[in-house]
Each structure stands twice: as C-alpha cells, then as structure tokens.
C-alpha cells in the first residue's frame, strides 16, 4: 500500500521536558487510513495532527467497536530513538481485533508507517531521565448506523504524546486498594482485549479509590470475586518465598508486554516466576506469615510500578515496609536500561527508528 506523507506547514512549540505530565500534548502529525468492507484498508497517509468528523451516529460512539495499545519511543544517551517490542503491540491489536469483529492490520506495515512517523517527529522524543514520545494506536468502528452488528467501515489512527511518568509518585511505592463492590471482566468477555469498554468498566471503582486515596484498583476474578487478576492499569507481581508470582491468562486478563518481558527476563535469569491462579486470602495470609516480599506492577505507563500498601475491606498492609523492594529495583533497571539503550538486549526486543 502507498503511504502519503503531508508534513505540517506550522509546528507546534515544543514542551518544557522538565514538566511533562501524560497524555495532555500531542506532536504535530498523525497516521490515518480507512477501511471499507469491499476495499479493505486503504487510503494510508501521515498529515498533520487534526480532528476528524464522526457522524453523530457512528456505531463506535454506541457500541464501542474500537481497540487500542499503548507503547512508547525512547531517545538514548547517544541521540537514537528506538522502540521496545512494537510488533508484540500490533499482534495484541489484532488479536483485540479478531475479538471485536474488525478488520485485522498488516502488521510489518503498520510497524514501517509508525517508524516513518516518528522518525518525522524526532524532535518531539524527550530526553529527559524518565521522558518518552507515547503512542496511541487506535482502531474504531465508522458506520453511521444505529443498529447492533459488526461495522462495515473502520479508521485507524496513530497519534504521539511526550510523556513524562505516569504516576505522580514516579518509582516510588503506590497504593492500590482491593474492591469486592465492582467488576471490570469475566472470562468469555472482552477483558483480555485492549478495548475502550472495559476501561470505561473500571471508572467508578477508580474514582471511589481515590477519593480514599489509593492509586488504583486491585481487581478480583468476576465469578468467585476470590482471585487476583490486574491493577486498572497494568498487570501486577507478588513475591512470596522468593518466588515472583503473577495472575495466570484467564481470558480476563489484558496480556500485557511488559508482563511478559517481566517473565521471559525472570525466565533468563533462572529466577523462580510461577503463572499461577492466586487468591486474595492467599495474598494475606502470605503478608501474616511474613512471607510476602514484594508487590509490584508492570506496563508500559509506569513500566515497574512497586506497591506499598494494599487495602483489602477493613485490612490494610505493608509491604516490603513502604519501600522500593530489589525484585522491582532490579526488574525495573534492566528493562528501563534496554529501553533507553543503557543495558544490553540480551533478547532482541530494540527495533531502532533513527
């Protein structure tokens, strides 16, 4: 497929490196292409960042038809931008997709036009410590079209944001707390798909989180409300007998990338990393008995986010006494060091852009 490129004849002013928050700028271009049911995708084009018309109709703004991801470009000491694991996004794009009923994307084009684009907005790569370019792939449903079926036509759009960390505590322990009240998913559902519904599942328990002031929500499994699952926003790790255990996939459960980098690492080090279904009651008790090391969270916003208080009904605990523990030190080092190219890639997840 051609791709067109229109380059913008005004740029935006760049933002002050040194106070980025998250997601509140955007750079000066985006991608764009279409999809219609006869022609497949179509009409691939890089131009300047812009609002585009919705019916008010448009079956994704009534039913949600729509999948996303997250990843990020990161510029090294030496100048370079380069991307962590871009083609494990884009399979997780389409596997959201085959779930929702759209059309898949050729991933090695997709990974060419997002290389292309960022390379055209190089100069929007921070490169502050803790800074990166963030990226937002997005596919939506476009028929106007008030009836419940598959949509006929879809925009896929990618857009960049200079971000700083995702939390306001940066590296240092947040608190999550544990609900009873809500669920986001059930296995059968669309949890394990990166679409807007079940974050928009999560919003109410989020909020009333904190107002208690808790960072997030620790959700339960949506059957028994007995097993771990994720943290609203990443995945989450416990260490117990210094064995590094995470919620096993479900299909309930986002496959996160990062999740899985946390793994294959623990896995090349020889470190003891069990997939495993894990209970709240199992998660106390394991806390009383002293035997609960570390909790920690892993994506692509806070990369490792360590935990230092979790709050479950009536119960709140401690962990690793408030403090940074050296599982999420030591994970967060390695991965944070391959991203910005401080460490070795001893798995060859670096695809490098300029």
Request: charged share 25%.
């Amino acid at each position: 497929m051609e791709l067109i490129v229109t380059e913008a004849e005004k740029l935006k002013d760049k933002p002050d490196e040194s106070k980025l928050g998250f997601g509140t700028i955007f750079t000066d271009h985006m991608f764009n292409m279409d999809y219609e049911s006869d022609r497949g995708w179509h009409s691939a084009r890089i131009e300047p960042y812009a609002p585009f018309a919705l019916d008010p109709s448009t079956m994704f703004l009534h039913y949600a038809q729509g999948a996303f991801e997250g990843l990020k470009a990161y510029r090294t000491d030496t100048g370079n931008i380069q991307l962590f694991r871009p083609r494990e996004n884009f399979k997780r794009l389409n596997r959201s997709c085959r779930r929702l009923c759209m059309p898949e994307i050729d991933e090695d084009f997709v990974l060419d036009v997002l290389k292309k684009l960022v390379a055209i907005e190089k100069d929007w790569v921070p490169g502050q410590p803790e800074t990166s370019l963030y990226i937002r792939p997005t596919i939506i449903a476009m028929d106007p079209y008030l009836g419940v079926r598959a949509s006929y036509t879809y925009r896929f759009f990618i857009i960049l944001s200079p971000v700083g960390a995702y939390y306001p505590e940066g590296f240092n322990p947040v608190k999550i707390q544990v609900t009873s009240d809500y669920v986001r998913a059930v296995r059968g559902g669309v949890g394990e798909a990166k679409t807007p519904g079940n974050y928009a599942a999560s919003i109410l328990a989020g909020e009333k989180a904190h107002k208690e002031g808790y960072s997030q929500v620790l959700w339960l499994d949506g059957v028994e409300q007995k097993y771990l699952e994720e943290v609203g926003s990443m995945n989450i790790f416990f260490v117990i007998d210094d064995e590094i255990v995470t919620p096993e996939l479900n299909g309930s459960i986002l496959p996160g990338i990062t999740r899985n980098s946390v793994i294959k690492l623990a896995k090349h080090w020889n470190d003891n990393v069990s997939e495993r279904k894990i209970s709240i009651d199992e998660l106390m008790q394991a806390h009383a008995s002293g035997r609960l090391q570390e909790v920690f969270g892993s994506g692509t916003a806070a990369v490792i986010s360590p935990v230092g208080e979790i709050k479950y009904g009536d119960k709140v605990i401690t962990i690793a006494g408030g403090e940074v523990g050296p599982v999420a030190q030591k994970y967060y080092d390695a991965i944070t060091g391959i991203q910005y190219g401080k460490s070795e890639d001893p798995l060859g997840w670096i695809v490098q852009v300029v």
